[in-house]
């Protein structure tokens, strides 16, 4: 488990060729996410990992695969990253839990 204020990456899924990945940011200690932050349809009563990303943007441990910056470097190897904005992540998960259209993921 990182150490508050280490360097963790962010990924929300991958494949054999390429990572979506919401980005590289800080580790900034367990929090209850906001009630609009949805795990599995439902809102996150827990406290969950909190992590900074250096657009200035929060994405929770239940949102994403997350670890130290060297370890999950090391995850995606040669592997292309596709950068992923969580924001729109957000809005596209609300609407697919909602039963209303879906936006593709980017």
């Given at each position: 488990?990182?150490k508050?204020?280490?360097?963790?990456?962010?990924?929300?899924?991958a494949?054999k060729?390429?990572?979506?990945?919401?980005?590289w940011?800080?580790y900034?200690?367990?929090?209850?996410?906001p009630?609009?932050?949805?795990?599995?349809?439902l809102?996150?009563?827990?406290?969950?990992?909190?992590?900074?990303?250096?657009?200035g943007?929060t994405?929770?441990?239940?949102?994403s695969w997350?670890?130290?910056?060297?370890?999950?470097k090391?995850a995606?190897?040669?592997?292309?990253?596709?950068?992923v904005d969580?924001?729109?992540?957000?809005?596209?998960?609300?609407?697919?839990s909602?039963?209303?259209e879906?936006?593709?993921?980017?």
């Amino acid at each position: 488990m990182p150490k508050v204020g280490e360097r963790v990456g962010a990924i929300m899924s991958a494949d054999k060729d390429e990572v979506r990945m919401f980005g590289w940011g800080v580790y900034r200690g367990d929090e209850v996410p906001p009630k609009d932050i949805l795990f599995m349809g439902l809102p996150m009563a827990r406290a969950n990992p909190k992590i900074e990303l250096e657009d200035g943007k929060t994405v929770f441990g239940c949102e994403s695969w997350w670890g130290p910056e060297d370890a999950v470097k090391k995850a995606i190897g040669k592997r292309k990253i596709v950068m992923v904005d969580i924001d729109a992540e957000r809005k596209r998960a609300k609407q697919a839990s909602a039963g209303g259209e879906q936006e593709p993921a980017q």
